[in-house]
């Protein structure tokens, strides 16, 4: 248990669904990240929000929506999604996120296993 | 942007042995580099990081490495046992964003017991 909790564990949906992913972290971090994972690929860096301000988009797919309300909870928003968006979803979170914050290490979730047919 | 490079891809050793994974970086303004661990079904765990300012990190028998003037740094896992078998992943990033890293490939282990 690393303090981070992703739900659902496993997700399959359909090409014109709409579904979200939640993070939630007991850390007391004010850093959140949404990393993808695919077969044969290494990490992807989505999106990193800080103090629940979005300070990165790394050229996501608009079919991607992310959300954070507070600083605890970071959503992902899924909508006509391709077979290729099927992936392992990874939430991340972390202490500080601006310069001269703290040095901390990142957490991760144990992921979305999401398959879109 | 940041580029990692991680060999080898796979690598297995038998129970006892040493097994030394290795990273390269392109950005020098990286300074903090976590390892972290990842068994099948679950997140990465990160295992030992090191930060621009030292060498040379230790914990039990897991040691990292870092030469920042050649931009790579490495893992050392000595004296392998079945359950160090995993996906083990270098990263690059800065200190003040520990979460926003650059992952290498991955390089799958396995301990032959």
């Known amino acids: 248990e690393t303090g981070v909790t992703q739900t659902p564990r496993h997700l399959v949906m359909g090409m014109t669904n709409k579904k979200s992913l939640k993070c939630e972290q007991h850390?007391?971090?004010?850093?959140m990240y949404w990393y993808k994972q695919s077969a044969k690929k290494p990490l992807e860096l989505m999106f990193v929000?800080?103090?629940?301000?979005?300070?990165e988009n790394n050229s996501v797919p608009s079919r991607f929506s992310p959300e954070c309300p507070n600083s605890s909870h970071l959503f992902l928003h899924l909508h006509t999604l391709q077979p290729e968006d099927s992936a392992l979803y990874l939430c991340?979170?972390?202490?500080?996120?601006?310069?001269?914050?703290?040095?901390?290490?990142?957490?991760f979730g144990q992921g979305t296993r999401l398959t879109v047919v | 942007g940041e580029n990692v490079e991680q060999h080898p891809s796979t690598l297995s050793v038998q129970e006892g042995d040493s097994a030394v994974i290795k990273c390269t970086y392109s950005?020098?303004?990286?300074?903090?580099f976590p390892w972290y661990k990842q068994e099948l079904g679950k997140g990465p765990q990160l295992i030992i990081d090191?930060?621009?300012?030292?060498g040379e990190k230790k914990d039990q028998r897991i040691a990292v490495t870092l030469n920042k003037t050649a931009k790579h740094f490495s893992l050392h896992i000595t004296e392998t046992q079945p359950e160090d078998s995993a996906v083990y992943f270098c990263?690059?990033?800065?200190?003040?964003?520990?979460?926003?890293?650059?992952f290498g490939d991955g390089t799958t282990l396995t301990v032959k017991p």
């Open positions: 991340a979170s972390s202490q500080g996120g601006r310069a001269g914050g703290l040095n901390t290490e990142a957490f």
């Open positions: 850390l007391g971090h004010n850093a």
């Open positions: 929000y800080n103090f629940k301000e979005q300070t």
């Open positions: 950005d020098s303004a990286s300074n903090y």
């Open positions: 090191i930060r621009s300012n030292v």
């Open positions: 990263a690059a990033s800065l200190n003040t964003n520990a979460g926003k890293s650059t």
